[in-house]
C-alpha cells in the first residue's frame, strides 16, 4: 500500500479557533466515559449470568426470558466495544495523553475481539481515500437497502454464529503468522493488501496481537470451567 494517492478534497471553510476548540481533549472526561461503560459492560455481565444460575426445571418458562432479556441487553452494552470504542482511540480523540488510548484501546479490542493492527492501518488508508473504491476497502459503495442490508442488521440485533466462527478461525491463523483468506470484518482481499506479506514488522504485530487475543481467552476459559464458572 505505498501508492500514492492524491484526490481534490473540498475543505469545509471552518475558523481554525473554531475547529481548535471543537477538537480538545481531556484525560479526565474521556476517563470517565470509558469506565462508566466498562462498569456498566461488566454490571450487565453479572446480571446475565446470576439470571442464567437462576434458571431451573421448575422455574425455566419464566426463567428463561429473563435469562434472554439479560443477555440481549449485555450483548448491545457489548457491541459498542468493538469497532465504535475502538474507532475513536485509534483517532486518539477521547484522551490528550496518547498512553491512554493505547492502553483502554488494547482492553476494548481484547473484549470485544477486535484487530486493532489491521483496522489502524486500514483506517488510514480509508480516510485517504474515501468512497474510492478503487483504494478504500473498508468502506465499500454502493450500499442499499437489499436483502444483504436486511440480514446484516437482523444478525447485529440477534447473534451471528457465522461471523463468530470467521472471526476466531482468522484469529488463529493470525496467531501462526497467516492472513487467512475467510472474510470476517474485512474482506479477504483487503487484508492481504494491508497487511502485505513484505511488510514483516507489521505481520509480526499482527500476529503478537492474536496470540494475545487467542491464548488470553484461552486461559480466562479454562479458569472460569476450573473455579466452577
Not at 492472513?179 to 483487503?190: E, G, K, M, P, R
Request: include cysteine; glycine fraction near 6%; aromatic fraction near 12%.
Amino acid at each position: 500500500m505505498t501508492e500514492q494517492i492524491r484526490i481534490n478534497w473540498y475543505r469545509c471553510p471552518v475558523d481554525k479557533t473554531v475547529l481548535s476548540a471543537l477538537m480538545r481533549k481531556r484525560d479526565s472526561r474521556a476517563l470517565l466515559q470509558v469506565v462508566s461503560q466498562l462498569l456498566l459492560f461488566g454490571l450487565t455481565g453479572t446480571l446475565a449470568y446470576q439470571a442464567f444460575l437462576a434458571v431451573h426445571r421448575s422455574n425455566w418458562p419464566l426463567a428463561l426470558p429473563v435469562l434472554f432479556l439479560a443477555l440481549f441487553v449485555h450483548g448491545t452494552l457489548g457491541s459498542f466495544a468493538g469497532g465504535i470504542a475502538c474507532h475513536e482511540l485509534v483517532h486518539k480523540t477521547p484522551f490528550r495523553t496518547a498512553a491512554l488510548n493505547e492502553f483502554f484501546l488494547k482492553i476494548y479490542a481484547f473484549l470485544s475481539w477486535f484487530d486493532p493492527v489491521g483496522y489502524r492501518v486500514s483506517h488510514v488508508r480509508h480516510h485517504q481515500s474515501t468512497v474510492h473504491t478503487d483504494h478504500d476497502g473498508e468502506v465499500v459503495l454502493p450500499q442499499g437497502l437489499t436483502w444483504h442490508g436486511a440480514k446484516f442488521w437482523l444478525t447485529e440485533f440477534t447473534v451471528n454464529p457465522v461471523k463468530v466462527c470467521r472471526l476466531i478461525r482468522n484469529c488463529v491463523a493470525a496467531a501462526r503468522g497467516k492472513v487467512t483468506s475467510a472474510d470476517a470484518f474485512f474482506s479477504a482481499d483487503w487484508l492481504h493488501a494491508i497487511i502485505p506479506a513484505d511488510n514483516a514488522e507489521l505481520r509480526r504485530e499482527h500476529r503478537d496481537w492474536a496470540r494475545v487475543l487467542l491464548f488470553g481467552h484461552l486461559f480466562l476459559a479454562v479458569l472460569f470451567v476450573a473455579t466452577g464458572h
